[in-house]
């Protein structure tokens, strides 16, 4: 193919009929509303609220484009005429189910997160801009992370969501806390980010690909063809490399450190999409990673007859067992160095930190089982990711109205330490039945959606006969229940002090109206299980095929 051949596939590829640049449409609509916001800022200096209004008209267009029209018509989700995936932009991009469904979770996020950052005032107008060009650059590579076929989109995926979360960070510039967990966390990003491009290149170079199916064919051939040690010795260290990029992103154990510092030091806020976005992203791009190197894919440029007879002869099974012995061991580690870290946290910020690093661990036994399924159990495969995204989706909305309450209070009484909660329950009942919900969801005790979000990862942990991770599963979660309980126990029980008040934040209010529209999810999706099956069982229709 000769350069004008090369430059005629490319234009056709990306602007053609039914070209990349129609499944790029959400992305492309992020872009445009980051150059509106810098426009606005200069045109309307003096419209105080523009970046908000200028934020919500562009996710809303990204929604518009996200949103999977052709499920309505098809009135089922699963149904087998639906769109196969397809690669975008000459392969580097996959645009498939799953990525519909993760990329619609992270823009239904930021549109209640722009909102959350609206009510509480954190940013003046003038950072504002500022914060909602970052959040919105970092919500971009997000979306390249679930949707990446390529290591080099990996790469900048996973940078593109780092470098702007550091920045907001330490936004706050009059406290010393943010500017020192900024430096902590961009240390500690930098670091993981340069063992993660080892990692990828070392795969690259000894599996001659940079091209994720493409590659997966090649170590189809490598194992089946018998390699040398050395060989085996790269590619073992380079997956082992990459763990350590994902893990950081996950705040997975040993690569957690800079979450409970970062956390406190940050806003409420900026905590909350650390927490949240960057968690789901990072999911999304480990349900990648496994699925391609777990079973091969009809996407590489190898026979498909000569794939299969490689599968039949389990020549992926070391890799398989591989990833499923490294994912379990990480999300058994974390999810308990998590919960036991928790207990003695005074600050609600650093109490959500290490409930987040124990939901990661939870998440991530969804993905190991997984990848111990895909050998000898697609559709149970396919179940345990779908799994995993109930549990993302409702995530969002207890992890959100955590660190949205959290955040309120702070307003309210200047303070985010857990004793100043005391006297809540008589000040202010609703914003304690909400925040009840929240902590009690994260627990996972019925009948709130918590309880179908680890249910369900935990039904796939049986079909997967990960017995030893089921039970520190369900072990971990009956520890959790003490430290969110006390929570509780401080607002309802703790007597009020005397020195203060307790702030009175009445339902009817807009930030206890914001707070009922997170909570009154997490009780309405437990009757709504069915509904979010058939979605988050579509979403998996393209993968491990």
């Known amino acids: 193919m000769n350069f004008e051949q090369l430059f005629q596939y490319v234009v056709s590829d990306t602007v053609g009929a039914g070209g990349s640049l129609a499944a790029?449409?959400?992305?492309?609509?992020?872009?445009?509303?980051?150059?509106?916001?810098?426009?606005?800022?200069?045109?309307?200096?003096?419209?105080?609220?523009?970046?908000?209004?200028?934020?919500?008209?562009?996710?809303?267009?990204?929604?518009f484009f996200a949103?999977?029209?052709?499920?309505?018509?098809?009135?089922?989700?699963?149904?087998?005429?639906?769109?196969?995936?397809?690669?975008?932009?000459?392969?580097?991009l996959v645009a498939d189910?799953?990525?519909?469904?993760?990329?619609?979770?992270?823009?239904?996020?930021?549109?209640?997160?722009?909102?959350?950052?609206?009510?509480?005032?954190?940013?003046?107008?003038?950072?504002?801009?500022?914060?909602?060009?970052?959040?919105?650059?970092?919500?971009?590579?997000?979306?390249l992370m679930i949707s990446a076929n390529h290591i080099l989109i990996v790469m900048l995926g996973v940078e593109m969501a780092s470098v702007p979360c550091y920045v907001m960070t330490g936004m706050k510039k009059d406290q010393p806390r943010a500017s020192e967990a900024a430096l902590k966390y961009a240390v500690f990003g930098a670091?993981?980010?340069?063992?993660?491009?080892?990692?990828?290149?070392?795969?690259?170079?000894?599996?001659?690909?940079?091209?994720?199916?493409?590659?997966?064919?090649?170590?189809?051939?490598?194992?089946?063809?018998?390699?040398?040690?050395?060989?085996?010795?790269?590619?073992?260290?380079?997956?082992?490399?990459?763990?350590?990029?994902?893990?950081?992103?996950?705040?997975?154990v040993?690569?957690?450190?800079?979450?409970?510092?970062?956390?406190?030091?940050?806003?409420?806020?900026?905590?909350?999409?650390i927490s949240i976005a960057s968690k789901a992203a990072a999911l999304g791009l480990l349900v990648r990673l496994a699925a391609a190197f777990s079973m091969p894919s009809g996407m590489a440029p190898l026979p498909m007859d000569q794939i299969a007879s490689f599968a039949a002869v389990g020549c992926l099974a070391g890799a398989r067992d591989f990833i499923v012995t490294v994912i379990s061991a990480l999300a058994a580690v974390t999810c308990t160095f998590g919960n036991l870290a928790a207990y003695g946290q005074t600050n609600m910020k650093r109490l959500l930190a290490y409930s987040t690093i124990a939901h990661a661990g939870y998440m991530m036994m969804g993905v190991a089982a997984a990848a111990a399924l895909v050998g000898r159990d697609v559709p149970g495969a396919k179940?345990?990711?779908?799994?995993?995204?109930?549990?993302?989706?409702?995530?969002?909305?207890?992890?959100?109205?955590?660190?949205?309450?959290?955040?309120?209070?702070?307003?309210a009484t200047g303070s985010e330490e857990i004793a100043d909660y005391a006297g809540l329950g008589r000040r202010s009942p609703g914003l304690t039945v909400c925040m009840a919900i929240a902590m009690f969801s994260l627990v996972g005790l019925p009948?709130?959606?918590?309880?179908?979000?680890?249910?369900?990862?935990?039904?796939?942990?049986?079909?997967?006969?990960?017995?030893?991770?089921?039970?520190?599963?369900?072990?971990?979660?009956?520890?959790?229940?003490?430290?969110?309980?006390?929570?509780?126990?401080?607002?309802?029980?703790?007597?009020?002090?005397?020195?203060?008040e307790a702030p009175t934040i009445p339902l009817t209010s807009s930030v206890g109206f914001y707070c009922v529209l997170l909570t009154a999810p997490l009780v309405a999706l437990f009757f709504l299980l069915h509904g979010m099956m058939e979605w988050a069982g579509a979403a998996t229709m393209s993968l491990f095929n």
């Open 191 to 252: 670091g993981a980010a340069g063992i993660m491009l080892f990692g990828l290149s070392l795969l690259a170079g000894a599996l001659g690909s940079a091209h994720l199916p493409t590659m997966t064919a090649r170590l189809v051939q490598i194992v089946h063809g018998g390699a040398a040690t050395e060989q085996y010795a790269a590619l073992i260290l380079g997956g082992l490399m990459l763990t350590v990029g994902v893990g950081f992103k996950l705040s997975a």
């Open 447 to 500: 009948p709130l959606a918590g309880f179908l979000g680890k249910l369900t990862v935990f039904l796939a942990l049986v079909d997967a006969r990960l017995w030893a991770l089921l039970f520190i599963g369900v072990l971990n979660t009956l520890l959790s229940l003490f430290y969110y309980l006390r929570v509780v126990k401080v607002m309802v029980v703790s007597p009020e002090p005397l020195h203060r």
């Open 383 to 411: 179940y345990a990711v779908a799994a995993v995204l109930i549990y993302i989706g409702i995530y969002l909305f207890m992890n959100l109205a955590a660190f949205a309450i959290t955040a309120f209070l702070r307003n």
């Open 97 to 143: 189910h799953f990525t519909v469904v993760l990329r619609g979770i992270l823009l239904g996020f930021a549109v209640l997160f722009a909102t959350f950052t609206q009510m509480t005032g954190v940013w003046d107008r003038d950072e504002q801009t500022d914060f909602f060009v970052l959040m919105l650059g970092s919500l971009l590579g997000m979306c």
């Open 67 to 92: 949103f999977p029209w052709e499920w309505l018509q098809l009135r089922i989700p699963g149904a087998s005429d639906y769109p196969t995936a397809r690669a975008i932009f000459t392969g580097v």
């Open 24 to 63: 790029f449409r959400p992305e492309l609509a992020l872009c445009a509303t980051i150059i509106a916001l810098l426009v606005a800022k200069v045109v309307l200096p003096g419209w105080k609220s523009s970046a908000y209004h200028v934020v919500l008209i562009g996710l809303g267009a990204a929604c």
């Open 254 to 273: 040993p690569f957690h450190f800079w979450a409970p510092d970062v956390f406190e030091g940050a806003t409420a806020e900026v905590a909350a999409f």
